[in-house]
């Protein structure tokens, strides 16, 4: 409950000391019995507890002043009603004119008080014994920028950021010499306690502000630290550096310009210049003051010197110069030895590139033939840059392997990684995979999808097959990568993204931009950093490579005790010009670890096609691949399904994808995916750590 009472002041002194203390008296007794809060109010001015003495006092309250009387609490009606009574009252006291002479007394000392507290340089704040505030000076306004209105009357520790009042009063110890910063602000500052009566009546703080001092020996501080450096620097420097007053004479030399000159830094100080060398450019520059460059000077021993000379200028009047000296014979020796070593450095650069390993990201890759690390070696640069990439080459050559490294060598690798295979996608679902699509865009759409571009945020989305968009498809495509933003099938919100595109083709783009087939501005956007992947016949060293490692795999993945192959093998392998590069390789691999009798495989273990001489698998009918060796007696006949799994998985390893399989074996994909699902022939492959010798092939022909 609050309430407001008015009361005129009828004393004749107003509200001074003696009067006040009476009023904060009665109002502790006011406030227990009623169990209020009272506050006095001069006009529109601050409210201030009704039992603070010198809050009370400040007011300056004089006779027939209206005060307010505002009270809270569970009585606040009664004890407001009292108090305004209260102060209406006379005061009267026995004994009048000693009180009168009393009361002029304080009222005095309390005016030259204040007017001491109004006049200090210094900040001034003291507290009663519940740590309110009762001074505020004028310096400790401007000092701490905070109004003595808003301070009075109002706890210290809640006011002033870091205040200690009411520690030192509660602890008695003083605190001197205290350094304290308060925002912008450095004070020292002063706390002590007040005791009358050995009880502790409040604190007290004096303090000024040193935030310019502070600065003025940070700032002593700094050139001092300057000086030092400069000191050590021009200590330190190859080059000469002499410098002169105004009249000509040394006042330093480093020792590089001792060294130079042949003389010690002793002999140099205080030699005359303008007597050393009348025509010199340190006395042209002290005549003319203008800088002089590219003085050269023969000394004995054949050495030659270029000098640059400047003028030393404080106020607009020259006071000296400063010349810095080369010697230039010696940089002409540098500079030949500079030539040669560059271009050393130049050729050991490119062969480092080719030699070094491409880094844990591109482990997956197998490959150390010179035309994989350069392809490796682009990928290794790319990767440190935000730039986008076209992966260009044959179907099986590793494309999305090159991307992945990338992506993961790339400050996104903590990001996602995204696929998309552009050919795989109807055209008209390919837009909603990439954009994706708002509830209600099409039928079917129940909800709300993000598209590849939304979840490869932040990291990489790789786009194979490009070649493969309809142009409808690339423009839009082309607004992604131009401006970094799309919306979604459907929807209106115009959605920004962080997105580094990675694309891949096993077509010749520049053909298509020149037959009309692919837009030519996104083809120079996509081919910002192009990579070409050779073809595994472009690389036969890796092949022995490639081979011991999807040895390894395949006879982990099916648990068979092969022991190796035999160079004749090996040979067959090597001769064969894999149309469908490493993804043919390690169908082949499989199929012969598959159907191996023997703990070796060898020549006989190869596909026929391999075995007639290396043809290529588009030269060899898949017929060829059902005919069994026959024993000596009577020929083999197998049951149907197996060989249909044989004349599946031939064609998907001589084509690489579900359609173009189908069209050959006239069926459709969608059969030739379930079939393979059944009989469990996996298209994708994939590889991981390629190893850097083969150890496992057999390099003779059993016996």
């Known amino acids: 409950m609050e309430t407001c009472k008015q009361a005129i002041i009828n004393h004749d002194k107003g509200l001074h000391a ?36 010198m809050p009370l006092v400040s007011l300056r309250i004089k006779q027939g002043e209206l005060v307010g009387v505002e009270a809270t609490g569970l009585l606040a009606e009664m004890a407001a009603s009292e108090m305004a009574a209260f102060l209406e009252s006379d005061f009267l006291l026995d004994n009048a004119a000693i009180i009168s002479q009393i009361d002029g007394l304080l009222q005095d000392n309390a005016l030259t008080a204040g007017q001491i507290f109004t006049s200090m340089a210094n900040g001034l704040i003291v507290t009663d014994g519940n740590d309110i505030i009762t001074v505020f000076n004028p310096a400790a306004e401007r000092i701490l920028g905070i109004q003595a209105n808003q301070a009075i009357g109002r706890k210290a520790q809640h006011i002033i950021p870091g205040s200690r009042l009411h520690i030192v009063a509660k602890t008695r110890q003083p605190e001197l010499g205290c350094r304290q910063v308060i925002g912008q602000l450095t004070i020292l500052t002063n706390r002590t306690v007040i005791i009358a009566d050995g009880q502790v009546c409040g604190a007290m703080a004096i303090f000024e502000d040193i935030s310019v001092l502070e600065t003025v020996t940070g700032e002593l501080k700094a050139v001092k630290e300057l000086k030092e450096r400069m000191q050590l620097v021009l200590e330190s420097v190859q080059d000469g550096i002499c410098v002169v007053d105004k009249n000509g004479v040394i006042t330093y030399v480093n020792p590089a310009y001792s060294e130079l000159v042949n003389q010690s830094c002793t002999e140099l100080l205080g030699q005359n210049v303008r007597k050393l060398s009348p025509g010199g450019a340190r006395s042209q520059v002290l005549t003319t003051g ?32 400063v010349s810095v000296v080369k010697n230039v014979s010696e940089v002409h020796k540098l500079t030949d030895k500079l030539s040669q070593v560059s271009a050393k450095a130049e050729y050991l650069e490119q062969e480092l590139r080719r030699a070094q390993k491409p880094g844990p990201a591109f482990n997956r890759f197998i490959g150390h033939s010179g035309k994989a690390r350069e392809s490796l070696a682009i990928a290794i640069k790319a990767a440190g840059s935000g730039a986008t990439v076209l992966i260009s080459g044959e179907s099986g050559t590793g494309k999305e392997l090159v991307a992945e490294g990338i992506h993961y060598a790339s400050h996104r690798a903590a990001g996602p990684f995204i696929r998309v295979n552009c050919a795989a996608l109807p055209e008209g679902l390919l837009e909603s995979e990439l954009f994706g699509h708002e509830k209600g865009a099409f039928t079917g759409a129940i909800r709300q999808k993000p598209g590849k571009f939304s979840l490869a945020d932040k990291g990489t989305l790789f786009l194979d097959e490009i070649g493969d968009l309809n142009k409808s498809m690339q423009a839009k495509l082309l607004r992604v990568l131009q401006q970094k933003e799309f919306t979604r099938v459907g929807g209106e919100v115009v959605i920004k993204v962080d997105v580094r595109i990675i694309a891949a083709t096993n077509r010749n783009l520049a053909q ?152 050959a074996l006239g069926l459709t994909h969608k059969t030739v995916a379930a079939k393979a699902q059944k009989y469990g022939i996996v298209k994708a492959v994939t590889w991981e750590n390629s190893r850097s010798m083969v150890k496992n092939i057999k390099q003779i022909e059993p016996g």
């Not at 203008?290 to 404080?314: E, F, H, Q, Y």
Request: with cysteine.
């Open 18 to 53: 003696r009067v006040a203390a009476m009023i904060v008296q009665k109002a502790y007794e006011l406030e227990r019995k009623w169990q209020s809060k009272l506050y006095f109010r001069r006009q529109s001015g601050p409210a201030v507890p009704a039992v603070s003495l």
């Open 290 to 321: 203008r800088p002089v460059a590219g003085s050269i000077a023969s000394k004995p021993g054949g050495a030659t010197l270029v000098a640059n000379v400047s003028p030393i200028m404080v106020d607009g009047e020259i006071t000296g110069a």
């Open 512 to 663: 298509m931009v020149a037959a009309g087939q692919f837009r030519e501005d996104l083809y120079y956007r996509l081919n910002v950093i192009p990579i070409l992947l050779p073809p595994l016949r472009e690389r036969a060293e890796d092949i022995p490579l490639l081979v011991d490692y999807f040895l390894h795999k395949v006879i982990a993945e099916q648990g068979k005790c092969i022991s190796g192959i035999t160079e004749t093998a090996l040979a067959g392998l090597l001769g064969y010009a894999w149309p469908g590069n490493v993804r043919e390789l390690e169908n082949v691999i499989e199929r012969m670890v598959t159907l191996a009798e023997s703990v070796l495989l060898t020549v006989a273990d190869l596909p026929l096609y391999l075995r007639e001489g290396g043809k290529g698998a588009d030269q060899a009918p898949v017929q060829q691949e059902l005919v069994l060796p026959a024993s000596t007696s009577s020929p083999v006949i197998l049951p149907w399904i197996e060989y249909e799994k044989k004349i599946i998985a031939f064609a998907l390893a001589k084509y690489g994808s579900f359609n173009a399989a189908g069209k």
